[in-house]
């Protein structure tokens, strides 16, 4: 199981909105074939893993591990209860059941109707954390939430005053590089509009090898020009503001009342475009928006090794560290929700 949680990350972020799934083929405790879910519309794991194995004859003796519970409905690729049956898999090792109403313990239920032996419940708790985006997306209707930040040693997310209209860089490169990173396993990210009139950012992925996210800008009142980057339709951008709703090109505008609390509002239009993931990158009062509805589940704070003789302050969370780590000379913090 711990080899499929490992293929599976492979299949991220490409499968989704599907989750990412990694299935182990055992015959004689020696792995005979494996596969991850392919990019969105593309075969399932339990499909590639078969797809691998050399001598057929061997599958009527093996144990399939799987990490998710096999599929039983038609979506876009037929059902991978159909494959395992066909196939007359001895047995069949699930990570979890899948939360999704069209699967959950259906799977299951069909290969144990059709003779096969089915143990459920390995690993749980890191079956879920690998596909923590798609169960928050289907149980709670809305995109897991990542927070992210960088500050100062002296608690500074920003300059009070700028001489250009550019970002403040206050970590290092290789902090950036890891930032990118994160940008190309999310599905969006989200910015308030002071950040785009003050830093004029692509919000795009440069410094990591990966598709760049879908980009939602907050701006109320419609300050946003043509001139300003994120509205250069390279990539799929959704606005956010009290004015009007429309499509143009690459770029939606979504309107929405911000003389009511916002957070949610923002999640639901996300949910409808069936986005599964977002980092919100600020500034502090958009994140404080959304630590102040208690609407996030992980939170990176990344501390660089500068000092602001003054500045806006960086947003302040209450929830205990859950890991550190160091990345050269910067320090970045996690924090999970447990509310």
Not at 65 to 91: A, M, Q, W
Not at 127 to 135: P, T, V
Not at 274 to 293: K, M, P, R
Not at 301 to 313: D, E, H, Q, S
Request: proline content about 5%; overall charge positive.
């Amino acid at each position: 199981m711990k080899r499929c949680l490992e293929i599976a990350q492979s299949g991220l972020p490409a499968a989704m909105p599907n989750p990412a799934v990694g299935a182990v083929l055992v015959y004689n405790d020696k792995i005979i074939g494996e596969g991850f879910t392919s990019a969105y519309g593309g075969l399932h794991a339990e499909v590639n893993a078969f797809a691998t194995v050399k001598d057929k004859t061997l599958l009527a003796d093996a144990t399939l591990y799987v990490s998710l519970e096999p599929c039983s409905h038609f979506g876009k690729t037929p059902p991978c209860c159909d494959l395992i049956i066909k196939n007359r898999v001895k047995k069949v090792v699930v990570g979890m059941i899948d939360p999704f109403a069209e699967v959950s313990g259906k799977g299951i239920q069909r290969l144990r109707e059709a003779g096969i032996e089915v143990q459920v419940g390995v690993l749980e708790n890191d079956c879920w954390e690998a596909n923590k985006r798609f169960f928050t997306f289907h149980q709670k209707k809305r995109p897991y939430i990542i927070l992210k930040w960088a500050q100062t040693l002296n608690g500074f997310i920003a300059p009070l005053t700028k001489k250009e209209q550019a970002p403040v860089w206050l970590t290092t490169p290789f902090t950036r590089q890891w930032v990118h990173k994160l940008r190309s396993e999310e599905q969006a990210i989200l910015v308030g509009t002071n950040t785009v009139l003050a830093d004029n950012p692509k919000l795009n992925t440069r410094d990591y090898f990966g598709a760049s996210p879908v980009r939602v800008i907050l701006d109320q009142q419609l300050k946003i020009s043509n001139q300003y980057q994120v509205l250069d339709n390279q990539v799929k951008t959704i606005i956010l503001n009290a004015q009007v709703s429309k499509q143009e090109k690459n770029t939606c505008w979504e309107q929405i009342d911000f003389n009511a609390p916002i957070a949610n509002q923002i999640t639901n239009v996300l949910y409808q475009h069936n986005i599964q993931s977002v980092i919100i990158e600020g500034g502090t009062q958009t994140l404080q928006t959304f630590i102040a509805s208690n609407l996030w589940d992980e939170a990176y704070v990344c501390i660089g090794k500068t000092f602001l003789p003054n500045g806006i302050a960086a947003p302040t969370l209450s929830e205990t560290l859950y890991k550190h780590q160091q990345l050269k000379s910067d320090q970045i913090i996690t924090f999970k929700n447990t509310k």
